[in-house]
C-alpha cells in the first residue's frame, strides 16, 4: 500500500497561474482533507470531503477549489495563484469524517508563487 | 477560539536523555488530543490518540499523558534517539454535532545530537 500519495512534490508558479495539486489514497477511507502549513503556523483545513460526493469548506479556503473525483482522488485547484499562497500543502485521508479517526498524511506539495 | 501552545518551540538533547514536551489546549468541548511525529520535508505521521477518559497512553518510547481537568497534555520520550529528531504536533479535537474540528498546534522542533 502506498497509502496517502501527492503530485507534485514541488512546483513554482507565476502570480496568476493556476494549477491543480492532486492526492490519491489507497485505503478506501471515506474522508479526505487538503491542509496548508506555513511557518510558525499550525496546519490549516483549506477544504475537506467526508465522503465521496461532498465537499466543504474548511478554515481557509479562499483563493481554493476542491474537486472529490471518485472515492480515491482529492484534487486541490488554485485558479489564480496569488503569493500568500505560497506554502506547503498536505492532504490526508480517514476511514470516517470522526474525531476518533486517525488521519493519514501525504508526503506533501511545496509551493513557491513568485 | 480554540487554540493549542506547545513549549518549548525546540529543544535539542543528547542522544540517550529523555526528554518532554508539553501541550496546553483551550479547546471545546473536548472529544481527543493527539501527538503527531514529523519528520523534515515529510507528512506527519500520528503517535497517539487519548479520550478524555484515558490519562497515559505509550507507544515504544513514546509515552503521553493528559490532564483533561487542567487541559495539559506531554510527550515523554525515552532514551533519545537520532531518528526521534523532528517535529512534534499536538492536535487536539472538538466535536461538533457530527463532525469534529481539528485545531493543530504549532509544534515542538526536536533535536537528538551525539
Known amino acids: 500500500n502506498a497509502g496517502v500519495t501527492q503530485t507534485p512534490k514541488f512546483q513554482v508558479l507565476k502570480t496568476g497561474q493556476s494549477m491543480t495539486l492532486q492526492c490519491a489514497q489507497d485505503?478506501?477511507?471515506?474522508?479526505m482533507y487538503w491542509y496548508r502549513q506555513d511557518p510558525g503556523m499550525g496546519l490549516r483545513l483549506i477544504y475537506y470531503s467526508a465522503s465521496e460526493g461532498t465537499t466543504d469548506k474548511g478554515e481557509v479556503p479562499n483563493g481554493y477549489n476542491v474537486s472529490r473525483l471518485n472515492k480515491r482522488e482529492f484534487s486541490l485547484r488554485l485558479e489564480s495563484a496569488a503569493p500568500s499562497q505560497t506554502s506547503v500543502y498536505f492532504c490526508?485521508?480517514?476511514?470516517?469524517?470522526?474525531?476518533?479517526?486517525?488521519?493519514?498524511f501525504g508526503p506533501g506539495t511545496r509551493l513557491l508563487v513568485l | 477560539k480554540n487554540q493549542v501552545e506547545q513549549s518549548p518551540q525546540s529543544l535539542i538533547i543528547l542522544e540517550g536523555k529523555n526528554c518532554t514536551l508539553q501541550?496546553?489546549?483551550?479547546?471545546?468541548?473536548?472529544?481527543?488530543l493527539r501527538w503527531y511525529k514529523q519528520d523534515t520535508g515529510r507528512g506527519p505521521v500520528s503517535l497517539t490518540i487519548m479520550t478524555f477518559s484515558e490519562n497515559t497512553k505509550s507507544n515504544g518510547r513514546y509515552t503521553a499523558t493528559l490532564d483533561a481537568d487542567t487541559k495539559q497534555s506531554s510527550l515523554h520520550i525515552t532514551a533519545s534517539q537520532l531518528s526521534d529528531s523532528a517535529s512534534y504536533i499536538c492536535?487536539?479535537?472538538?466535536?461538533?454535532?457530527?463532525?469534529?474540528?481539528?485545531?493543530f498546534g504549532t509544534g515542538t522542533r526536536l533535536q537528538v545530537t551525539l
Open positions: 492536535v487536539v479535537s472538538a466535536k461538533t454535532g457530527t463532525a469534529s474540528k481539528l485545531t
Open positions: 490526508a485521508s480517514s476511514e470516517r469524517l470522526a474525531g476518533g479517526e486517525t488521519q493519514y
Open positions: 485505503m478506501n477511507h471515506n474522508s
Open positions: 501541550c496546553n489546549y483551550t479547546v471545546s468541548p473536548f472529544s481527543n
